[in-house]
């Protein structure tokens, strides 16, 4: 049986070239491509189709790159399993320079109904952490914001508990509640923050100028515990 990977980045906007890599190594057909973190992204602009031909397809992706992977694994019945590094379980809204806000994704050409953050939030930290920010907007979140993740076949769940960017491990827990009985694995490190590193990758450094939590210690922790849950699913 043969697995195509379709790898998405985050909001660095920088593919994870070294995690493709790592996958290659192991046998698996990846394709990590570079898009355009803004507003209003077509889910149908991931290259799926490229990977059609394999047996069964995964989409791995990390924060931004998790939301569209879970919503991918949701909406697209090509999708047979998701990883999602730094989860979200809802869809978010995106800030224009006008002041308003779009939801992050569209499918079928319609936005998706979103999040919105909420504008009068302030960070009190130097460099800023946003988990109070997402904490904070999810008190007026519509119910049709929710990602729809009982449809997904399988998922694993990879959160730091020390995460400062958003509240991963609140996320995967609540993700892992509203599958109920369905194949659902997560893999947290306490100490770990948004970023796993796994056996063989490099912390990464790209990306805006924010908290991200962790230590390196613990991130690679994380990624050490991830990366034989990782093999197993690709491999199921």
Same mark, same amino acid.
Request: no cysteine; charged share 25%.
């Given at each position: 049986?043969?697995?195509?990977?379709?790898?998405?980045?985050? $909001?660095?906007?920088?593919?994870?070239?070294?995690?493709?890599?790592?996958?290659?190594?192991?046998?698996?057909?990846?394709?990590?491509?570079?898009?355009?973190?803004?507003?209003?992204?077509?889910?149908?602009?991931?290259?799926?189709?490229?990977?059609?031909?394999?047996?069964?397809?995964? *989409?791995?992706?990390? $924060?931004?790159?998790?939301?569209?992977?879970?919503?991918?694994?949701?909406?697209?019945?090509?999708?047979?399993?998701?990883?999602?590094?730094?989860? $979200?379980?809802?869809?978010?809204?995106?800030?224009?320079?006008?002041? $308003?806000?779009?939801?992050?994704?569209?499918?079928?050409?319609?936005?998706?109904?979103?999040?919105?953050?909420?504008?009068?939030?302030?960070?009190?930290?130097?460099?800023?952490?946003?988990?109070?920010?997402?904490?904070?907007?999810?008190?007026?979140?519509?119910?049709?914001?929710?990602?729809?993740?009982?449809?997904?076949?399988?998922?694993?769940?990879?959160?730091?508990?020390?995460?400062?960017?958003?509240?991963? *491990?609140?996320?995967?827990?609540?993700?892992?509640?509203?599958?109920?009985?369905?194949?659902?694995?997560? *893999?947290?490190?306490?100490?770990?923050?948004?970023?796993? *590193?796994?056996?063989?990758?490099?912390?990464?450094?790209?990306?805006?100028?924010?908290?991200?939590?962790?230590?390196?210690?613990?991130?690679?922790?994380?990624?050490?515990?991830?990366?034989?849950?990782?093999?197993?699913?690709?491999?199921?």
């Amino acid at each position: 049986m043969s697995t195509g990977v379709l790898l998405l980045h985050g $909001s660095s906007g920088t593919p994870d070239l070294d995690r493709a890599r790592l996958l290659e190594a192991e046998g698996y057909d990846v394709l990590a491509p570079r898009w355009n973190v803004t507003h209003e992204v077509p889910l149908e602009s991931f290259p799926l189709a490229e990977l059609a031909h394999h047996d069964r397809l995964v *989409v791995m992706g990390s $924060s931004w790159g998790a939301e569209a992977a879970l919503l991918l694994g949701a909406l697209d019945e090509r999708v047979d399993a998701v990883v999602a590094f730094a989860p $979200s379980a809802y869809v978010w809204g995106r800030n224009l320079e006008d002041g $308003s806000q779009r939801s992050a994704w569209t499918w079928q050409g319609e936005p998706l109904p979103f999040v919105p953050l909420d504008l009068d939030w302030k960070s009190e930290d130097d460099p800023p952490s946003y988990t109070g920010l997402y904490r904070q907007s999810l008190r007026r979140a519509p119910e049709q914001a929710r990602i729809p993740v009982e449809r997904i076949n399988q998922v694993l769940l990879i959160a730091g508990g020390d995460d400062k960017v958003w509240p991963a *491990v609140e996320f995967a827990e609540e993700i892992a509640r509203r599958r109920a009985e369905q194949t659902t694995r997560i *893999v947290m490190v306490p100490d770990a923050g948004h970023r796993a *590193v796994l056996p063989g990758e490099e912390p990464k450094t790209a990306g805006q100028r924010m908290a991200r939590g962790g230590t390196e210690a613990a991130d690679r922790e994380l990624g050490a515990r991830a990366w034989p849950e990782i093999l197993e699913l690709l491999g199921a």
